[in-house]
């Protein structure tokens, strides 16, 4: 395993650049100034290394041999998994092929899709321009996002922060159909007009995508940059996530990516409809960034996102009880769950956690941390099974000393039931909520 390594500039001798520079100058005249790689802080570098001297509670030979076995079940292809612990990254390993057959290895540097744990990078985005005074969350969602059209003008009422928690008042997963129909995305958020409301705005919660998108035009509007860009400027960039992207050419472009399977492991074309979303699911990277990503997220690196943003993004907004139907094989130690913006929240075992899950055709992701421990686990992979799901609560379970559960089903006859592989197919974040809609706890308008 090797930890997280920032590249260093090339430099020319000076000579050399001189003549060079001469005679391109007298043909074609000066070049335009290319922008500056922006600086890493020095604590950021640091908490990009390997650290095994945080490593506390977590066994990490017993996670690695049940990685190993999960790495081999027939459903799955390639899987690389980051564990975080003590505000540290302790252990970053892939399993398996990019691509099945081809022998080529996932490692730590192999890039995968996020899909909707990407919607936690939109929300924090927008949280960060809200700190600077640019974006009022409490203010009508139709002043920031033109294309937004909901039933009876309820873009007026419903707020920024509606948008980002799912409480739009739209049925669940909105012209999700027509966007993988290859639809205009612009287009489908002014359509949302000709739907009825299944409840006021602010009032209930329903799981979006084409609406939640609404997120990348705010940013692009505020900033005057591409969505991408301007993630890449404002997070990506400072926390020194240098393989994350957010479009399809970014994932393609990669040095090692993983290819996209079904749950047979045979291969499946790669499209770019939930690209179209970007601030639904759009963001790619490898494991080590997505730490990265965690330890920001932990308050490891308040210079780019401060705690204030953090406890914005994360409060509990909304109660989501369908989503203890989703998880509950879990429900032995999972309490309440919540909704903030682009973030779940959970109770476990008496512990308050943070996370979110996601999948798009032939991709898996998850994220999970417990803020005041400053430990959690991110894991992606390339195929549609949700066997992995269950790692998560594994580790937690670790750093909580509790008592060993199964939960990735390993050890069920040495595979996990198709049964529930198959329900939990269908309800990954990227394609669904948890459709029993939720009781909105009390909100405040500025």
């Known amino acids: 395993m090797r930890g997280v390594s920032l590249?260093?500039?090339?430099?020319?001798?000076?000579?050399?650049f001189a003549l060079?520079?001469?005679?391109?100058?007298?043909?074609?005249?000066?070049?335009?100034?290319?922008?500056?790689e922006p600086t890493i802080p020095k604590s950021q570098v640091r908490l990009?290394?390997?650290?095994?001297?945080?490593?506390?509670?977590?066994?990490?030979?017993?996670?690695?041999?049940?990685?190993?076995?999960?790495?081999?079940?027939?459903?799955?292809?390639?899987?690389?998994?980051?564990?975080?612990?003590?505000g540290r990254i302790t252990f970053l390993k892939g399993y398996g092929e990019t691509e099945a057959g081809s022998g080529d290895?996932?490692?730590?540097?192999?890039?995968?899709?996020w899909a909707s744990v990407s919607k936690g990078v939109a929300g924090s985005m927008v949280a960060k321009l809200a700190e600077q005074g640019k974006v009022n969350?409490?203010?009508?969602?139709?002043?920031?996002?033109?294309?937004?059209?909901?039933?009876?003008?309820?873009?007026?009422?419903?707020?920024?922060?509606?948008?980002?928690?799912?409480?739009?008042?739209?049925?669940?997963n909105a012209y999700d159909n027509k966007l993988e129909e290859g639809q205009n995305t612009k287009m489908l958020r002014s359509s949302l007009a000709q739907l009825n409301l299944i409840c006021a705005p602010g009032t209930c919660w329903s799981y979006q995508n084409v609406a939640y998108d609404g997120a990348s035009e705010l940013v692009e509007g505020v900033t005057r940059e591409p969505y991408e860009k301007a993630?890449?400027?404002?997070?990506?960039?400072?926390?020194?996530?240098?393989?994350?992207?957010?479009?399809?050419?970014?994932?393609?472009?990669?040095?090692?990516?993983?290819?996209?399977?079904?749950?047979?492991?045979?291969?499946?074309?790669?499209v770019d409809t939930y690209y179209r979303v970007p601030a639904a699911g759009?963001?790619?990277?490898?494991?080590?960034?997505?730490?990265?990503?965690?330890?920001?997220?932990?308050?490891?690196?308040?210079?780019?996102?401060s705690q204030g943003v953090l406890d914005t993004v994360h409060a509990p907004l909304v109660k989501t009880p369908g989503e203890r139907g989703?998880?509950?094989?879990?429900?032995?130690?999972?309490?309440?769950?919540?909704?903030?913006?682009?973030?779940?929240?959970?109770?476990?075992?008496?512990?308050?956690?943070?996370g979110h899950r996601g999948g798009v055709a032939g991709y898996r992701s998850l994220i999970l941390f417990d803020p005041q421990k400053k430990s959690g686990v991110v894991a992606l992979w390339n195929s549609n099974t949700s066997q992995p799901g269950g790692l998560e609560f594994e580790v937690m379970d670790m750093l909580y000393h509790l008592q060993f559960r199964d939960w990735m089903e390993i050890d069920k006859g040495g595979r996990a039931d198709p049964s529930s592989i198959a329900r939990a197919e269908s309800e990954e974040d990227i394609s669904s909520g948890d459709g029993n809609g939720g009781r909105v706890k009390k909100r405040v308008r500025s």
Do not use: C
């Open 7 to 16: 590249e260093k500039p090339h430099i020319l001798g000076l000579g050399a």
């Open 20 to 36: 060079l520079a001469a005679s391109v100058l007298a043909m074609r005249g000066p070049e335009p100034q290319k922008p500056s």
């Open 48 to 86: 990009a290394s390997l650290s095994t001297s945080a490593r506390e509670d977590v066994d990490y030979a017993s996670i690695d041999r049940r990685l190993q076995r999960l790495s081999e079940q027939r459903s799955m292809v390639g899987l690389a998994v980051g564990i975080v612990e003590n």
């Open 105 to 113: 290895p996932v490692t730590p540097d192999t890039v995968f899709r």
């Open 137 to 172: 969350l409490n203010g009508p969602v139709a002043s920031y996002v033109p294309s937004l059209k909901l039933p009876a003008g309820a873009e007026y009422r419903a707020t920024v922060g509606d948008m980002l928690s799912h409480r739009l008042g739209l049925y669940r």
């Open 231 to 270: 993630i890449k400027q404002y997070l990506f960039n400072p926390i020194g996530m240098a393989s994350a992207s957010v479009s399809m050419n970014g994932l393609m472009d990669s040095k090692s990516w993983a290819k996209p399977h079904d749950a047979a492991r045979r291969p499946l074309k790669l």
């Open 282 to 305: 759009g963001v790619n990277s490898n494991i080590k960034d997505m730490s990265l990503w965690m330890l920001a997220q932990m308050g490891e690196m308040p210079d780019v996102l």
């Open 326 to 354: 989703r998880m509950r094989k879990f429900l032995e130690r999972l309490g309440e769950a919540d909704y903030g913006y682009g973030w779940r929240s959970y109770d476990y075992a008496g512990h308050h956690i943070v």
